[in-house]
Structures are given as C-alpha cells and as structure tokens.
C-alpha cells in the first residue's frame, strides 16, 4: 500500500520466536488475567507487508470468545515496533495454548496479553528494518549508458535489464526509495537533460546494515534511549 512510502521503513523478525506471556493485574476488585502460549514467525519476502493471525488452540484453555481479543492485542503490537518505532510487518502470530480465570479473565485482558506476547517476542528475535523497492526505468541517448549506470550503481540500486531503439537505451533498475531523492536533478545534469526516467513502488527488501544502524540510532536518540545507554557505559 503506498502509504509505507512515506513512513517507509518497517521490520519483521527473522527467525521464529516462541512466547509464553501472562498478564495478570489484581487491583482490590475483579482482576485481569489472560495467559497466551505460542510462536512469532516471518512470513515469506512476497508478504513482508502483511499481517497473519492463526488460532490453533485446542479445547478451552482460552475460550473462543477471547480469540479475537488476542488478535486484537497482537494487531496493536504491531503497529509501534521497539526497534526503531516503525510498524512491524511480515509476520505470523500463532496462538497455541494460553490458560483463563473463571472471574477476572476478560476482553481487555487478553488484548494486553496478546501486546505483552508480540513485544516479549521481538525482545528476543533478530529482526531487520524494510525499506520500500522501487522500479526504475530510466531512457537515455546510448552515449550516456555508462553514466546512467553508475549512477544507479551509486545509489545502491540493481540493474535488471536493458534494451535499446534507435539511438536510445533504456535502463531496468531496482533502487531503494531513499536512494532516489535528488535523481531527476542529477539525471538531468549527467545527461545534458536528455535523461528521462519513471518509477513505481515494486517491494519491501531488507534495508543495508549500515543504515538499519543509522536508523536505530536516531530512534533511540529521539526517545533518549541512546543517552541513557551511553551512561550506565561509562559508569
């Protein structure tokens, strides 16, 4: 959907992740109790930008009418990742056992079950940060093909495929989106303004681990999470 274009980068865990999370609150009169068991797993690259929810409990150790309640919770998880604030995509969550209270279980309870579960998760996972793909053709006079290449190669792209008419090459690339900012302007210059190009959002990929750093980083600057790291190192 093109709205991750501009809220671009986003993250999956990469390996499955078991969790076993209790949420219980007792405050003087009817409590919370709700206990969700099962695993976090990434979903294949065609689908990084979705969101599975599976239900495979057996008997009643989390009554059905609770079932929405955990997908619930886990659909909120998602939407505010610790990494680096983004949302988190491309995974599954499956619930396979989970335990209730006659008197304190309730909707709200498995709804923060369903949170604690996704976030003891990825506490645990080796995620990665995603970034929007982008479709790149670019049409050129034939002397600036060389030119026209580098540029790409520069700003991290792949080549996929060329062809030629006439005098004129057409260049196939998949290039990051944050690696396009400044292209026209620097097509235009290279080629004499003779270079044209189009793009179109094609997929999410694994982002460089250099710039998942990056953007680690400044999240974690931004929340203050960084400051506070740098502290307890130096004492």
Wanted: net charge negative; charged share 25%.
């Amino acid at each position: 959907m093109l709205a991750h274009l501009h809220s671009p980068n986003q993250y999956i865990s990469v390996f499955k992740q078991r969790f076993d999370f209790l949420h219980k609150k007792q405050s003087g009169g009817a409590g919370q109790y709700g206990k969700v068991i099962g695993v976090l797993e990434p979903l294949d690259p065609e689908h990084y930008t979705k969101l599975e929810f599976e239900d495979r409990t057996v008997g009643t150790n989390i009554p059905k009418q609770f079932i929405p309640a955990v997908e619930k919770g886990f659909l909120e998880a998602c939407e505010k990742g610790l990494l680096c604030g983004h949302k988190i995509s491309g995974v599954r969550f499956v619930l396979e056992d989970g335990a209730h209270h006659m008197v304190d279980s309730n909707e709200i309870s498995f709804i923060r079950a369903g949170v604690g579960a996704v976030r003891q998760a990825m506490e645990k996972a080796d995620v990665c940060i995603l970034e929007p793909i982008m479709s790149v053709e670019v049409v050129t006079p034939n002397e600036f093909q060389g030119v026209v290449i580098s540029i790409i190669n520069r700003r991290h792209g792949v080549i996929t495929g060329q062809d030629g008419a006439d005098d004129y090459n057409t260049l196939y690339a998949d290039v990051p989106l944050n690696d396009m900012f400044g292209f026209a302007t620097e097509l235009r210059s290279c080629t004499e303004g003779k270079g044209e190009y189009t793009m179109e959002y094609t997929k999410y990929q694994p982002c460089m681990p250099s710039i998942q750093e990056e953007l680690v980083n400044k999240y974690q600057e931004s929340t203050g999470q960084l400051s506070a790291k740098k502290g307890k190192a130096k004492n």
